[in-house]
């Protein structure tokens, strides 16, 4: 039998973006992330959103495996705000490089699911540009590369060398699958995946492919409750293998 505790309600602390907490929330306390979150949270939507747990996993993520000293890549990059976030507290060392996929013009329109064609994911994202996101990210030009173009185009003509943190946010499932193809081999141990969409509702066709994937290695994928997955590589693993 299940028993079942019932507890009186606590004020929440945090309510926003698809959950709420009356928990431990870091980041209401820390004057450096509000700072740094106010500088772009309006560049997701070009309207106020609050993201900020979601926001602070990614960080705290990125920061701990850039002590591993491999590079580091996002695929979907937008308007460059997590981008941003990541490099203004990741603390990365002067040899480590943070390599940035995306069209840099929205979602293509084809290699799209039956679902992601009817809920119109192509031509989703069109408001950026390669230069708008270079001009934000000028402090660290000289580390990182603006890799242009669908993914199938320019993962064959880029190499990252060995990974130790990869920002996976590409909301369509084909671009997803072959992603992973080249970023789990280059995977170092201890290095990490954050998937941004993992968990929500609009995108149950990514999460498949996804799931597909994992299905066949010794990682699993940890559902978060900001809608995010994250994956740790094995402490086992060989880059290449």
Not at 54 to 76: D, H, K, N, P
Request: proline residues 4%.
């Amino acid at each position: 039998m299940i028993h079942v505790v019932r507890t009186r309600r606590k004020g929440y602390v945090y309510q926003s973006d698809g959950f709420a907490t009356a928990h431990y929330s870091p980041f209401l306390g820390d004057p450096e992330f509000a700072s740094l979150y106010a500088a772009v949270h309006d560049r997701w939507t070009g309207e106020p959103i609050d993201i900020r747990w979601r926001v602070w996993i990614l960080l705290q993520c990125a920061r701990q495996t850039a002590a591993l000293g491999c590079s580091l890549a996002e695929f979907g990059v937008y308007r460059g705000a997590c981008a941003f976030l990541m490099l203004s507290n990741a603390q990365l060392q002067q040899q480590q490089h943070f390599f940035l996929f995306d069209t840099f013009a929205g979602i293509p329109g084809y290699r799209l699911t039956a679902k992601e064609e009817r809920d119109r994911f192509g031509g989703r994202l069109v408001d950026t540009s390669a230069e708008e996101v270079a001009t934000l990210l000028a402090g660290w030009s000289s580390q990182i590369s603006l890799v242009s173009g669908d993914v199938f185009d320019t993962l064959p003509n880029t190499e990252t060398g060995p990974l130790g943190f990869a920002h996976i946010d590409l909301n369509a499932s084909a671009p997803t699958k072959a992603v992973l193809q080249y970023v789990y081999p280059r995977l170092v141990a201890s290095g990490m995946i954050v998937f941004d969409d993992y968990g929500q509702e609009g995108y149950k066709d990514q999460r498949a492919v996804i799931d597909e994937f994992f299905a066949t290695k010794p990682e699993s994928v940890i559902a978060l409750p900001t809608g995010q997955g994250l994956v740790m590589r094995t402490a086992t693993a060989r880059v290449g293998a």
